[in-house]
Nanobody
Framework: QVRLVESGGGLVQAGASLRLSCAAS????????MGWFRQAPGKEREFVAV????????DYADSVKGRFTMSRDNAKNTVYLQMNSLKPEDTAVYYC?????????????????WGQGTQVIVSS
């Protein structure tokens, strides 16, 4: 498995931007599809975004399309989630995730490694 450590969360006002980072160590980073999930209080953990191993294919939840952008730097073993035009409903703990499956199969059941999570709070 690969070890994942997120950073970049915080408290911002609606309309602001944040960039989350996820640094990986352990197994060969470039072998994995990487993604983000989030979990709001009292809700299930939900998919946010995913990027394939080479970084040329991404997918997003409908709720974040056009506002969030995911990227990766395999030389730095790091993935990023650029979050723009944040809304109060984006408030959640954001978890980085790694999977050996294709991005079309990037779901909780197929996640091999999880990060510890980083809190994002968006005030109205």
């Amino acid at each position: 498995q690969v070890r994942l450590v997120e950073s970049g969360g915080g408290l911002v006002q609606a309309g602001a931007s944040l960039r989350l980072s996820c640094a990986a160590s352990g197994r060969t980073f470039s072998n994995y599809a990487m993604g983000w999930f989030r979990q709001a209080p009292g809700k299930e953990r939900e998919f946010v975004a995913v990027i394939n191993w080479s970084g040329d294919n991404t997918d997003y939840a409908d709720s974040v399309k056009g506002r969030f952008t995911m990227s990766r730097d395999n030389a730095k073993n790091t993935v990023y989630l650029q979050m723009n035009s944040l809304k109060p409903e984006d408030t959640a703990v954001y978890y980085c995730a790694a999977s050996g499956w294709r991005i079309t199969s990037f779901k909780k059941a197929n996640i091999g490694s999880w990060g510890q999570g980083t809190q994002v709070i968006v005030s109205s």
